[in-house]
């Protein structure tokens, strides 16, 4: 049985509320009942269309969204210990920078300081292992290949320049990024920077015992307001620079979920990677549709 069309819907509740008006009225009906009588065909109308149309998108089964696979289960592990690693450093570390402050004091008087010391060598540890992990990585032929992408070149000047008169509106065009933009570039190459500061530091302080035993001890001085500054500077890049342009900018908030599930949408990979989409297209172009002879042939193969 066809569904009614909206016209014939409309006449047929305008005769169910005259009929309804008028059962309760003692009166033939007047223009003032008839202005009320179209005032709730079309409220009664509107419900009714609405009602339809999200029974049809219920009953439509929706596309299934193409994805890419940017990212492998090895890198995503790498990260994740980098980044428990990494909170596990600030969180147990800048209570020890700002030991004066109130907050700090109550932070030791919830975990005493012994546990503070356990948690950041932890940390500490994982930020060491993942980094010789990372540089396994790049033997491969895989890390190899995602190196290469991340050197920086004179078109990461260009896009830089170029996103800055966009976001200024001096240009309507945004920069057509590859693989990997020079915003995610700073980001890699940044951890490294940090890696060898922060490392390099924080063994001296480690075993300071044996550092005093090979390195006069203005040596420690420097190490300890390296280490000091250096977090403070790395923490700050991270809640400021990677957390917004991950999870806090408006085109991916509340997050970007690329790191943890390695796949990212047809949609963003075509806005924030058109370069690497063009080449992945390229590289695996969709099967040629048949010509109208050969359809008509296998059509007819049994």
Do not use: C
């Amino acid at each position: 049985m066809s569904e009614e069309r909206p016209e014939g819907l409309e006449e047929r509740l305008t005769h169910e509320i005259a009929s309804e008006f008028q059962a309760e009225l003692d009166h033939p009906l007047d223009e003032a009942d008839w202005a009320r009588i179209k005032q709730e065909v079309k409220a009664r109308l509107r419900a009714e269309l609405a009602r339809r149309k999200a029974e049809a998108e219920r009953a439509t089964p929706k596309e299934a969204e193409e994805y890419f696979v940017r990212f492998s289960l090895n890198v995503r592990a790498q990260h994740f210990v980098l980044a428990v690693g990494v909170l596990l450093l600030i969180f147990t570390g800048l209570p020890i920078k700002f030991h004066e402050s109130v907050w700090a004091k109550y932070f030791f008087h919830v975990i005493s300081l012994e546990l503070s010391r356990l948690l950041h060598r932890v940390g500490a540890s994982l930020l060491i292992g993942v980094g010789i992990w990372h540089m396994l990585y790049l033997l491969t032929t895989e890390g190899r290949r995602e190196f290469r992408e991340l050197l920086p070149r004179p078109k990461d000047l260009f896009d830089f320049l170029q996103n800055i008169k966009y976001l200024l509106g001096l240009s309507h065009e945004r920069p057509k990024f590859g693989r990997f933009s020079y915003i995610e570039k700073f980001d890699y190459w940044a951890v490294y920077w940090g890696m060898v500061i922060m490392i390099g530091s924080g063994l001296l302080l480690w075993f300071h015992n044996l550092a005093l035993g090979l390195f006069p001890k203005y040596v420690l001085d420097i190490a300890r307001e390296a280490h000091s500054d250096e977090a403070l500077l790395a923490t700050l890049a991270i809640v400021i620079w990677h957390w917004y342009n991950a999870h806090f900018n408006p085109s991916v908030f509340p997050m970007s979920t690329t790191i943890f599930t390695g796949k990212i949408s047809k949609k963003r990979m075509m806005e924030e990677h058109p370069l690497e989409y063009e080449q992945v297209m390229a590289s695996s172009p969709p099967a040629p549709l048949p010509a109208e002879g050969e359809e008509k042939a296998e059509a007819e193969q049994p």
